[in-house]
């Protein structure tokens, strides 16, 4: 790639061409594993400290430059969801679970719960039905999502959720 600011077209042409191929931004970009990792340390960081705004513009740029890092999606879904944009929220959890090869019932439950909190039970069920299907039934933290899932479609039959 060039020193300078400015990409020449045979860069632009190879960084398209790596694109259509399937590579990610990162990969045609020249951007490696180290900074995307690097990236998503502060990105937590900046969430677990109550600053979601920030970390939600680093997730929104680690999902651009990865779109297939489930972590990434799943960020930026958490930040969407403690800032209140709950729509927002829900399509990136939606993402996140596309992302993970629908092999982890986490995306499935956060979404749902974004639907009851906007009054859709309808959709909150059917994401919580299908958390129950999925995930590694060896993996403790999974079974975890399951269960959740479980107790609130038994609230939800029980009528015991507003």
Same mark, same amino acid.
């Given at each position: 790639?060039?020193?300078?600011?400015?990409?020449?077209?045979?860069? #632009?042409?190879?960084?398209? &061409?790596?694109?259509?191929?399937?590579?990610?931004?990162? &990969?045609?970009? *020249?951007?490696? $594993?180290?900074?995307?990792? #690097?990236?998503?340390?502060?990105?937590?960081?900046?969430?677990?400290?109550?600053?979601?705004?920030? #970390?939600?513009?680093?997730? $929104?740029?680690?999902?651009?430059?990865?779109? *297939?890092?489930?972590?990434?999606?799943?960020?930026?879904?958490?930040?969407?969801?403690?800032?209140?944009?709950?729509?927002?929220?829900?399509?990136?959890?939606?993402?996140?679970?596309?992302?993970?090869?629908?092999?982890?019932?986490?995306?499935?439950?956060?979404?749902?719960?974004?639907?009851?909190?906007?009054?859709? $039970?309808?959709?909150?069920?059917?994401?919580?039905?299908?958390?129950?299907?999925?995930?590694?039934?060896?993996?403790?933290?999974?079974?975890?999502?399951?269960?959740?899932?479980?107790?609130?479609?038994?609230?939800? &039959? $029980? *009528?015991?959720?507003?």
């Amino acid at each position: 790639m060039s020193t300078g600011s400015e990409i020449t077209p045979q860069e #632009a042409a190879g960084m398209i &061409d790596a694109l259509l191929g399937g590579a990610t931004l990162a &990969d045609a970009a *020249g951007v490696g $594993k180290e900074a995307l990792e #690097a990236g998503y340390g502060l990105a937590h960081s900046l969430y677990g400290s109550g600053n979601f705004k920030d #970390a939600e513009t680093m997730f $929104k740029a680690l999902c651009l430059y990865d779109n *297939g890092d489930e972590r990434f999606w799943l960020g930026l879904a958490g930040c969407r969801q403690m800032n209140g944009d709950l729509a927002a929220a829900i399509d990136a959890y939606a993402l996140a679970g596309v992302a993970g090869s629908l092999a982890n019932p986490a995306p499935l439950v956060h979404g749902g719960l974004c639907w009851l909190k906007l009054g859709d $039970k309808e959709n909150a069920a059917a994401l919580f039905r299908a958390a129950l299907d999925i995930g590694d039934k060896d993996n403790a933290e999974h079974a975890g999502y399951r269960a959740r899932a479980q107790a609130v479609l038994d609230l939800l &039959d $029980k *009528g015991e959720l507003p």
